[in-house]
């Protein structure tokens, strides 16, 4: 394969700049607009040859450790994502948001051949760097992409197809680029629509457990779901205040953008009622005492460090004097 690169390399590299020269050519596709972005605002030449610079050891494990939040919730998936396609002859990158590959899978008879293209750890993917490519445009365009063989912007990447899904953090921000990578000719349009869709569910999958770690002390609530998307999940601490939204439930929600969530009741962002008074957070404690005493006044004062009396003048004044409610 990679001796008829030559010349069909030479005519990708002539097709995309003709296409970079047309007047309108950024209007003409998303593929097209990265290729002018590769070559007018980066500087970039389809027909040069691969640099191949990596970090180094040092530098490479520092950045690791920087992302091992989310190396830690996306191991597991990108491992069933592997068992999933690595069978076909694929491979599977993750990447962060500079596009620096943090973690890569495939299978020992293709290792070699991924290595060589550049698909493996510590190496540079992003669109200032190699051009219109999966991991790199789909960090740009932040949304899923797939990048055929033709569609790269430089010559030396035609032999490959990428499918990529964009990963946000539990604050809503972009951090990593999930990729599975291809280059076996027979991998065309349709396996790519089946393996991208394995891709965007894997990087949801990532995004959930990555939020859920972020908040293992609170309660996740689902206030929604996108085909697309992913889950709208909220963190709710024990006083029932949202302090975590993931970006679906920012956007469906309207809690903006910012970081750092402003604590706000979880009726309240749910739109289900007003804000809780006093009085019904009390008369939500005393229930729920009387639940876990099976509906014994006694126990359930005890459970609350209060006298016997007052139990009944705090139900009496939550409009409980009847008992269990």
């Known amino acids: 394969m990679a001796s008829e690169w030559p010349n069909c390399g030479n005519r990708h590299s002539d097709k995309v700049l003709d296409t ?162 291809s280059a076996r000719p027979e991998h065309g349009e349709a396996m790519a629509a089946m393996i991208a869709a394995l891709v965007q569910d894997a990087a949801r999958a990532i995004e959930r457990d990555y939020f859920c770690r972020r908040f293992a002390e609170a309660r996740i609530v689902l206030a929604g779901e996108s085909r697309t998307g992913g889950p709208s999940l909220l963190a709710v601490d024990r006083d029932d205040l949202v302090i975590g939204a993931t970006r679906m439930a920012r956007r469906h929600l309207g809690l903006g953008t910012e970081a750092r969530l402003t604590s706000r009741p979880l009726a309240e962002v749910l739109g289900t009622g007003p804000a809780s008074r006093f009085e019904d957070g009390e008369r939500t404690v005393l229930r729920q005492a009387l639940a876990r005493s099976n509906g014994n006044v006694a126990a359930a004062a005890r459970l609350l460090g209060i006298g016997r009396a007052t139990m009944y003048r705090r139900m009496e004044r939550a409009g409980m004097a009847g008992g269990v409610h």
Do not use: Y
């Open 20 to 181: 970079v020269q047309s007047g309108n050519a950024a209007a003409l596709s998303a593929v097209a607009a990265s290729w002018c972005r590769s070559a007018l605002r980066h500087g970039l030449d389809p027909s040069a040859g691969r640099q191949g610079e990596r970090l180094g050891k040092a530098e490479f494990g520092m950045l690791r450790e920087a992302n091992g939040e989310l190396l830690a919730a996306a191991t597991p998936v990108l491992d069933g994502l592997f068992g999933s396609v690595g069978r076909t002859g694929a491979c599977v990158i993750l990447s962060d948001i500079d596009g620096i590959v943090l973690e890569a899978r495939s299978s020992a008879a293709e290792a070699g051949l991924f290595d060589a293209i550049g698909l493996a750890p510590a190496a540079q993917w992003s669109e200032a760097a190699e051009g219109t490519n999966g991991i790199g445009t789909c960090l740009v365009e932040q949304r899923p992409v797939t990048i055929l063989r033709g569609e790269h912007f430089a010559s030396r990447n035609i032999g490959v197809s990428c499918m990529d899904a964009p990963i946000f953090d539990p604050d809503g921000c972009l951090v990593a680029a999930l990729d599975v990578s």
